[in-house]
């Protein structure tokens, strides 16, 4: 099993960085995703990262403006979020499953462990 601890959340304006960091706890040969939820609508991804690194995938609607490094030293994977926008506020969920090496998953339904989550609030 893995323990997922995620952080970096909170209040920043539109347009400007923000870096959320997801450190693995335990076993750390997974796949990793990020997702993001807001009351009342379905978990939606993010971005998802294979456990070599090498096969990433994106939202349309973050692609060019969210990037998914890893790194495996520090068994912490990031999702770095840059020009925000207030559609961008959302409770955001790290998640991780067992996987080949150059295997990712898309599907929420994919994934066995999940992060607690962190709020993100883009502010106009």
């Known amino acids: 099993q893995v323990q997922l601890v995620e952080s970096g959340g909170g209040l920043v304006q539109v347009g400007g960085p923000l870096r959320l960091p997801c450190a693995a706890l335990?076993?750390?040969?997974?796949?990793m995703g990020w997702f993001r939820q807001t009351p009342g609508k379905e978990r939606e991804l993010v971005a998802a990262i294979s456990w070599s690194g090498g096969f990433t995938a994106y939202a349309d609607s973050v692609k060019g403006r969210f990037t998914i490094p890893r790194d495996n030293a520090k068994n912490t994977v990031y999702l770095q979020m840059d020009s925000l926008k207030p559609e961008d506020t959302a409770v955001y969920y790290c998640a991780a499953t067992p996987a080949a090496s150059g295997q990712y998953y898309v599907r929420a339904i994919s994934y066995n462990y999940w992060g607690q989550g962190t709020q993100v609030t883009v502010s106009s």
């Open positions: 335990g076993p750390t040969n997974y796949a």
